[in-house]
C-alpha cells in the first residue's frame, strides 16, 4: 500500500492533447492528490517554460549525490512507493503527528528534524565548485571563508551541542564509576585495572577495550549504561534534581524541558554564547551579520549596543580614576582591529573541532544513508597496531622512546624546516592529504553534510521532506518518559522520583507566591509601564517607517521595495511548499516557484501562482525570471533589515522578519527574493536539488 501523501505532477512541456483541454499557454501550479485520503485538486503543470534538455545525474558528482540515489535495504515514506514523474508531498503544512514515519529508512523524523533544524542555523551561504571535494564529500567550509559574529554564533553553539556536552557526559560517567554507588560495575572495572597493573598490561588492557568500544555497539551500554545528563550529579555520581527543576529532555545539561528531541541542547547552547562578553556580545546581536542588506536607513539611525557596552567600561576606567584620554587613545582601534582579525582563525578552529566530533560520532554510530560497519572498523583496525606494539614495549623502552622524541624536536629545528620545505614545494597540499578527512575519517560526514544527503534522498526520490515543525507553544510542563527498569542508578524509585519532577518551592518563587503565607509576593509594575510605554513608541515608528517605505517604493526606491513584506501580519499564515514558496521580487508579490520536470529542474519567479489552496488564481501564468537548477552557483541567505533594526523591530512588534535569499548563476546573473516565509526550506531544496558540489562560505 503507498505510503499517504500529496502528489504534484509538475514540469516539462504540456502534451498537444491535454493542451487543447485547456485555456492556457503556459503552465499552472500542480495537481494534489491525497493518498488514501479525499484529492484534492491544483492544477497539473508547471508555471515555467522549461529548455529541453536531458536531466543532469547525480552519480558522478560526489559520494553524498551517488548515496541519495542509491537503492537501500530500509526505505521511509520518500523512497518507498512513488512514481517518479511527479513530486509528492509528505506533509509540509501536516501535524507533525500526520508526517509519515519514518521519512528516511532507519532515522526517526525527529532525528532528521534536528539535523535539519541545525543544518538551517550554520548555513548561510554555499558555493558551487568544479574540483572533486577532498573525502568524496561536499559541502566542506571553504579556507577563505570570512568572519562574522553570527558565523561564529553558530560554530560556538555547534562547539557546546558535540564537544561540550560530550565531555559533561563522559565527566560524568567517571563520577559514577567512583563514586562506587554502582558497586558491581566498579568493582569490575577496579578489579581489570589492578590486575592489568600487576602484569604490566595497563596500556594493552585500556587499548583493547577502546577497540572494542569502537568495534562492537551493544558494549557500549555495558560498559558505560546510558542515564539522563541532567539527573547525574558530576560530583557524588548519584541522583540530583536537574537545574531545570524538572526533567523534561535527557541529552540537554538542565534537563529543561523541549518540544521536540534537541531543542533544549539548542536553547542551551544559545544561552551559553549570550553569557560571553564584548565579542560573543558582537556574536549574540549579529554586529557585521553575514547577509545583511547593503543599505538599511532604519538600521543606520540606530545606536550600537556594542557601542554603548564598550562606552560604559570606558565610564568606568575614567570614575576608578584612569586616564581621561580615551579620544586621544591610539591603541584603541588597532586593538580592536587585531581582535577582529584574529577571530577568523579561531572562528576556523572552533569549527574544524566541532566538524571533527562529529565526523568521529558519526563513525562510530553511522546514520543511514552511510555504511554501518566500514568507518567503525577501519578506526578499531588502526588500533590493533598499538595493541601489539603495547604488548611488546616495556615501559622503559616507552619513556627513552618519547624523551627521544622531545629531544629531537627541540634540537632538529634545521632538519625539520628543511623538510617542511621540501614537501611544500613538491607536495603543495600535502597538509590537505594528512587531514582526518581524507584519511582515517575519509567519507565520513559531518552532521552537515549528513543533513544534505539526507535532503537529497528525498529529492532524488521526487519526495522533498518536510521542514521540522514549528511551534509557539511552551513546551510540557512535566517530566519526561523515564524507564526507571533500565536505571542502573543506585537510587529508589522514590528518589528518582522526587529528582525529576518540579521542585515545588523553587516554583513557587519563581511564580512570585510566598512559602510560608501561600500568597503572591507584591510586584511593582511601574517600570513595566514604562517600558510598555517605550515599547509602544517604538512600535509606531517602525510601522510609520515601514508606510514610508510602501510610499517610496511606488515611487521607484529599490531600498524600500526590499524591505515591502518583511514583517507579516499576525496571525497571516500561507500554506506553501514543496513546490510554490511565497516571496517578493522587487517588491511584487509572487511565488518562487520550484519545477523538477523529466527536462530540466528549474526555479522560478511568478506573479500569478497557487496560493496553496488548489484554486487558480489566473489562467495564464508568465514567469518573470526562470533559472535551470544547474545553473545555479551560489545561494545566500539575506537578511530583510540590518542587525540593530532586526534587535529593535523584534521587540517593539514581537514579530518574526521575513528573510531572503539571493541566487547567482554561472553567468554571474543575481536574483535577490525577499519576503520569504519559508527561506530556509527554500534553500534547503535548492541545495540538495542539483548535481553541484557545494562548499560553504
Not at 509594575?525 to 508606510?547: D, M, N, P, S, Y
Not at 526555479?603 to 496560493?611: R, T
Not at 514567469?623 to 533594526?645: A, H, N, Y
Not at 535577490?672 to 557545494?694: D, P
Amino acid at each position: 500500500m503507498p505510503t499517504p501523501g500529496y502528489v504534484f505532477r509538475d514540469g516539462g512541456p504540456i502534451p498537444d492533447d491535454e493542451l487543447k483541454s485547456r485555456n492556457t499557454t503556459i503552465g499552472q501550479t500542480p495537481d494534489v492528490v491525497r493518498t488514501p485520503s479525499k484529492p484534492v485538486s491544483i492544477s497539473t503543470t508547471s508555471p515555467v517554460n522549461t529548455p529541453t534538455s536531458s536531466r543532469s545525474t547525480f552519480s558522478s558528482a560526489t559520494e553524498s549525490h551517488a548515496l541519495a540515489n542509491a537503492d537501500q535495504d530500509e526505505k521511509g515514506a520518500a523512497q518507498t512507493g512513488h512514481n517518479e514523474t511527479e513530486v509528492r508531498d509528505l506533509g509540509w503544512n501536516d501535524h507533525p503527528d500526520d508526517v509519515p514515519k519514518p521519512l528516511v529508512g532507519g532515522l526517526p523524523n525527529e532525528e532528521l528534524w534536528l539535523l535539519v533544524r541545525r543544518f538551517n542555523k550554520q548555513m548561510y551561504h554555499v558555493k558551487a565548485i568544479n574540483e572533486p571535494p577532498p573525502g568524496g564529500l561536499d559541502l566542506n567550509i571553504a579556507d577563505e571563508d570570512e568572519f562574522s559574529p553570527d558565523k561564529l554564533r553558530a560554530n560556538v553553539e555547534r562547539l557546546y551541542m558535540t564537544v561540550i556536552v560530550g565531555v559533561i557526559g563522559f565527566g560524568k560517567h567517571i563520577a559514577r564509576l567512583r563514586s562506587w554507588r554502582e558497586p558491581r560495575r566498579t568493582s569490575a572495572f577496579c578489579a581489570a585495572y589492578f590486575v592489568a597493573w600487576i602484569f604490566n598490561l595497563t596500556v594493552p588492557i585500556l587499548t583493547l577495550t577502546i577497540i572494542v568500544l569502537i568495534a562492537y555497539p551493544p558494549s557500549r551500554d555495558i560498559l558505560f549504561p546510558p542515564a539522563p545528563l541532567a539527573l547525574v550529579s558530576s560530583k557524588t555520581g548519584g541522583v540530583q534534581s536537574p537545574m531545570a527543576g524538572v526533567l523534561g529532555s535527557h541529552d540537554s545539561v538542565t534537563g529543561a524541558p523541549e518540544n521536540y528531541k534537541g531543542e533544549a541542547v539548542e536553547k542551551e547552547a544559545g544561552n551559553f554564547v549570550n553569557s560571553f562578553a564584548s565579542i560573543a556580545l558582537s556574536s549574540a546581536s549579529g554586529k557585521k551579520d553575514h547577509g545583511n542588506p547593503d543599505s538599511d536607513p532604519l538600521n543606520t539611525s540606530v545606536p550600537d549596543p556594542t557601542d554603548i557596552a564598550v562606552a560604559g567600561a570606558d565610564a568606568k576606567d575614567n570614575t576608578a580614576g584612569g586616564s581621561n584620554t580615551i579620544k586621544h587613545d591610539k591603541t584603541k582601534q588597532p586593538m580592536e582591529d587585531a581582535m577582529w582579525t584574529k577571530m577568523r582563525p579561531i572562528m576556523h578552529i572552533v569549527g574544524d573541532v566541532a566538524d571533527g566530533w562529529e565526523r568521529f560520532a558519526n563513525a562510530l554510530s553511522p546514520t543511514a544513508p552511510f555504511p554501518e560497519d566500514g568507518p567503525r572498523l577501519k578506526l578499531a583496525a588502526l588500533l590493533v597496531p598499538v595493541l601489539a606494539i603495547s604488548l611488546l614495549t616495556t615501559s622503559a623502552m616507552f619513556m627513552k622512546m618519547n624523551t627521544f622524541f622531545v629531544g629531537f624536536g627541540f634540537f632538529a629545528d634545521p632538519i625539520i624546516w628543511r623538510a617542511a620545505s621540501w614537501l611544500n614545494r613538491e607536495f603543495p597540499n600535502w597538509q590537505k592529504l594528512l587531514e582526518i578527512r581524507n584519511t582515517i575519517l575519509k567519507g565520513v560526514p559531518t552532521n552537515a553534510q549528513l543533513t544534505v544527503t539526507l535532503l537529497r534522498v528525498g529529492e532524488a526520490h521526487k519526495a522533498p521532506l518536510p521542514p521540522p515543525p514549528r511551534s509557539d507553544e511552551a513546551p510540557p510542563d512535566h517530566p519526561a518518559e523515564l524507564d526507571k527498569d533500565e536505571l542502573t542508578l543506585d537510587a529508589s524509585d522514590e528518589e528518582v522520583h522526587e529528582a525529576i519532577h518540579h521542585d515545588a518551592e523553587s516554583k513557587a518563587i519563581a511564580d512570585g507566591i510566598s512559602t510560608t503565607s501561600g500568597t503572591a509576593k507584591p510586584k511593582h509594575h511601574h517600570g513595566a509601564r514604562v517600558l510598555g510605554f517605550l515599547k509602544g513608541t517604538t512600535k509606531t515608528g517602525v510601522e510609520a517607517k515601514l508606510g514610508i517605505d510602501k510610499v517610496r517604493a511606488t515611487a521607484g526606491s529599490k531600498t524600500a521595495k526590499s524591505h515591502l513584506g518583511i514583517l507579516p501580519k499576525p496571525g497571516e499564515y500561507l500554506p506553501s511548499g514543496p513546490i510554490d514558496f511565497k516571496a517578493r521580487y522587487k517588491g511584487k508579490k509572487g511565488w518562487v516557484y520550484i519545477s523538477t520536470s523529466a527536462t530540466t529542474p528549474c526555479v522560478s519567479f511568478s506573479s500569478h501562482a497557487s496560493d496553496g489552496t488548489g484554486e487558480q488564481t489566473t489562467n495564464e501564468l508568465e514567469p518573470i525570471f526562470s533559472i535551470p537548477i544547474e545553473e545555479i552557483q551560489e545561494l545566500k541567505k539575506v537578511g530583510g533589515l540590518g542587525w540593530k533594526s532586526k534587535l529593535i523591530v523584534g521587540w517593539a512588534t514581537d514579530r518574526n522578519v521575513a528573510d531572503g535569499l539571493e541566487i547567482i548563476d554561472k553567468s554571474g546573473n543575481s536574483w535577490k527574493l525577499t519576503a520569504i516565509g519559508l527561506r530556509e526550506e527554500l534553500f534547503n531544496r535548492l541545495v540538495a536539488m542539483g548535481s553541484q558540489k557545494w562548499e560553504s562560505w
